[in-house]
Structure formats: structure tokens, C-alpha cells
């Protein structure tokens, strides 16, 4: 079966946050895997999520969403 998909980010960097902000954002490993299980999976957290890849640096965190057309992840 094929799913028409969206991609959607929410981000947080170093051009629009101070550093205070980017480490309460931080997400450590165990927390994005956990954050994964959550989200991709048929727990339903937000509807019409099929995956999510978090990324987290000293400078930046990001969250990927795929998220099925129809569904807004707002």
C-alpha cells in the first residue's frame, strides 16, 4: 500500500536561540530513541505520524516528522 507523506521540521539553532535555550533542548540518545518508539509507533502520540528522526547537536536540535496527508502534526 502506498501513503502520500509530508515531511515536516521544527528546529531550534544557534542563529535564533542563546545557548541557555539550545541545552534545555538538547534531546540525549535515550531520550531520541524513546522519543522514536513514541512517535513511530501505533501509540497514535500524533495522528498520522509514521516516523520521526531527531537530531541534536551542540549548535542545533532538530525533529523529523513523516506525517500522512490529511494529518497536521501542530
Known amino acids: 500500500m ?3 507523506t509530508t515531511l515536516h521540521v521544527r528546529s531550534i539553532n544557534h542563529r535564533f ?3 541557555e535555550v539550545r541545552e534545555r533542548a ?3 540518545d535515550e531520550k531520541a530513541i524513546a ?3 513514541a512517535l513511530g509507533s ?3 502520540v500524533i495522528k498520522g505520524c509514521l516516523s520521526v ?3 541534536s547537536t551542540c ?3 532538530e525533529i523529523y516528522l513523516e506525517i500522512l496527508e490529511g494529518h497536521d502534526p501542530d
Open 2 to 4: 502506498t501513503h502520500v
Open 17 to 19: 536561540a542563546p545557548t
Open 26 to 28: 538538547h534531546i540525549e
Open 35 to 37: 522519543l522514536m518508539d
Open 42 to 44: 501505533d501509540q497514535n
Open 53 to 55: 528522526i531527531p537530531v
Open 59 to 61: 549548535n542545533r536540535t
